[in-house]
């Protein structure tokens, strides 16, 4: 309407002003609008997400794809911001939140450290940008190898966001779980020699071939001994299988290898007793090696639970330190005290994991698995 207006003040002293102003300015407005919303469509996905760029480089930053062999827009960008000048987590960290478009609570979640902590990582990583005037620009081909185990890890941590969401209502962001496959494609058709590269590919298809089954008809937490199976994608999951498989035979293992193995494991039983969990647990052996943290020796202990009984589980989860703040590690003890029959262990379990950040639909599970302990826990008080 401004813009009309500017027109009418330019016009009217020629022409003379018409018989009809007002419908004079709303026609002019609504073709200036209509020629704004054509220009708009016209910009490319790549001017709007180099914008996001602000968020990064300095004043004069530049952002430059010449001579590289990455095509896709996103996945340039990604690259672009894995600058080998920061530490490897503020790379993953500043490229989840700058191109990515996950929250400061959501990339917090996926590193299992407090939102404040990884605010101050994210504004310390900007800060050395700005002082150290880091170019931003996509790199060459030659500087692709360096920069492609952030660039995993990143899609990995866009794909575990999705796939179990730290907050919202459900436990599926189905969206952007799609474009974390979608890069990991990608990625696969750009380096297709590296094992690893295949092993992301293949873990996230058989992990996401599951995601259908995840919530029951009643939109409940389905755990994976109670899914209908019928509803996996099992072309996916045969897919990941050929993908690991070949990945398996150049003799290079590594970490996305290994747990691309292990999806693969659950995705090709055809019932839960039907699981290979000695199998299983000889796998989170080795991904330790990899990846000695505390969340694969958390997975571990639930496999050991299943091949070699629960109160072994309990005892190799005991051992596991830094997750008293995530609300898996506590559903899970509690689900091996409620499996021991000890409700009241059980009940303060499940306590402790409803008093921690959870998405709405754990939350609903997590509630009633109190009430229901809570109510075996009276029940033999009174006997």
């Known amino acids: 309407m401004q813009d009309a207006v500017v027109a009418a003040l330019e016009a009217w002293p020629r022409t003379g002003v018409p018989d009809n102003p007002g419908a004079w300015l709303t026609t002019v407005a609504r073709r200036k609008a209509l020629d704004r919303i054509r220009r708009e469509s016209a910009r490319t996905s790549k001017e709007e997400q180099a914008a996001s760029l602000s968020l990064l480089a300095s004043d004069d930053g530049e952002v ?44 917090a979640a996926v590193f ?91 873990l996230l298809l058989a992990t996401h071939a599951r995601a259908g089954a995840r919530l029951d008809d009643d939109g409940r937490v389905a755990l994976l001994a109670d899914q209908d199976r019928s509803r996996w994608d099992h072309a996916a999951i045969a897919e990941a299988a050929a993908l690991i498989d070949g990945a398996l035979r150049r003799r290079r293992p590594g970490p996305y290898q290994v747990q691309a193995a292990i999806s693969c494991l659950h995705g090709l039983a055809a019932r839960w007793e039907d699981t290979d969990w000695p199998q299983i647990v000889e796998l989170y052996d080795l991904l330790l090696r990899f990846e000695p943290t505390a969340v694969v020796a958390l ?85």
């Open 112 to 202: 299992l450290v407090p939102s404040s902590t990884m605010g101050q990582r994210i504004t310390r990583a900007k800060r050395k940008i700005a002082a150290a005037r880091i170019p931003y620009r996509v790199p060459s081909d030659h500087e692709l190898p360096d920069r492609l185990p952030p660039v995993l890890k990143v899609v990995y941590a866009v794909f575990t966001s999705a796939h179990h969401a730290p907050s919202g209502p459900g436990p599926v962001k189905v969206d952007l779980a799609a474009e974390a496959l979608r890069l990991a494609r990608l990625l696969h058709g750009l380096v297709n020699d590296e094992p690893e590269v295949a092993g992301l590919l293949a």
């Open 299 to 383: 997975n571990r202990a639930v496999a050991v639970a299943e091949a070699q009984g629960v109160a072994e589980g309990l005892a190799a989860l005991d051992g596991v330190e830094g997750l008293e703040d995530w609300h898996l590690y506590w559903s899970t003890k509690a689900d091996f005290e409620r499996r021991l029959g000890r409700w009241d262990e059980a009940a303060a379990a499940y306590g402790r994991a409803l008093a921690c950040e959870a998405n709405d639909a754990d939350r609903v599970f997590l509630a009633e698995r109190l009430a229901e302990v809570q109510e075996r826990a009276r029940a033999g008080a009174g006997r």
């Open 64 to 107: 430059d794809g010449s001579g590289s062999m990455v095509r896709d827009d996103v996945l340039r960008l990604v690259f672009t911001c894995c600058h080998p000048a920061l530490s490897f987590e503020a790379q993953v960290a500043l490229t989840l939140r700058a191109v990515c478009g996950l929250s400061t609570d959501d990339i």
